[in-house]
């Protein structure tokens, strides 16, 4: 029977909604929603599963539960001592929506280890990492990143005080051109992707510096 992600998702955008945790720390940032992430981190899995000379024998399916299963923990515990703690929880809900939705045993316990382990970024550049859990992780950085990255930024400034354009460039030197000064991907595809990223917010960087005339004695 073919999986059907968008009852799937809708289970999990319900969830989130159901406890109010659709909106993330809204005081920062009013603008973002939980089940928006979601929906375009599984996107990014569907776009990464479908790259050239990856093993035949990978699990699609096994990826994209896991996307859009990975942060619904929120729904259980929104406030989380430590970064990887909502993965917990996440495994919970899948839990229980696999209980009315029977997978095969073996692959119900890999959905969940996918789930579960998805924080754990620092494994990306290991060695024998498996690669269901690498393209999950890929998915998962991949959003709001680049040009999305920079509209987070942006609308961010907006909320504090005093917005100014140069606030605005300053603060989208400090995260997101930052972030991007590495290239943390691995599979061919995540790293142009990423690269064309870079590319990205290095020329806007520039291009509102130089419209900014900083440094021009004027």
Sequence with gaps: MKTDYTEMFNY????????????????????RRRS????????????????????AELDHEAV?????FHDVGYAIKPEMR??????????????????????????????????????????MKEPDIPLDLLL???????DETGALGMVWDCLYVGTKADPSYEKALEHLQQYS?????DNPM???????????KQNLIHEFLDQLAEDLWLGDPG
């Design 64 to 68: 994209l539960v896991a996307a859009i």
């Design 186 to 196: 691995v599979t061919p595809l995540a790293r142009r992707i990423w690269e064309k």
């Design 12 to 31: 999990v955008k319900e969830r989130l909604a159901g406890r109010d945790v659709e909106a993330t720390y809204i005081d920062r940032f009013p603008f």
């Design 136 to 142: 999950v992780m890929e998915a998962d950085i991949m």
């Design 82 to 123: 430590t970064h990887d703690e909502h993965a917990v929880y996440s495994v919970q809900v899948f839990d229980e929506y696999a209980a009315d939705h029977p997978f095969p045993p073996e692959q119900t316990e890999r959905f969940a280890w996918l789930i579960r382990h998805h924080s754990d970024k620092q494994r």
């Design 177 to 181: 051109g930052a972030f991007l000064l």
């Design 36 to 55: 928006n992430h979601t929906w375009r981190v599984f996107k990014w899995a569907e776009r990464l599963v479908q790259q050239e000379n990856l093993p």
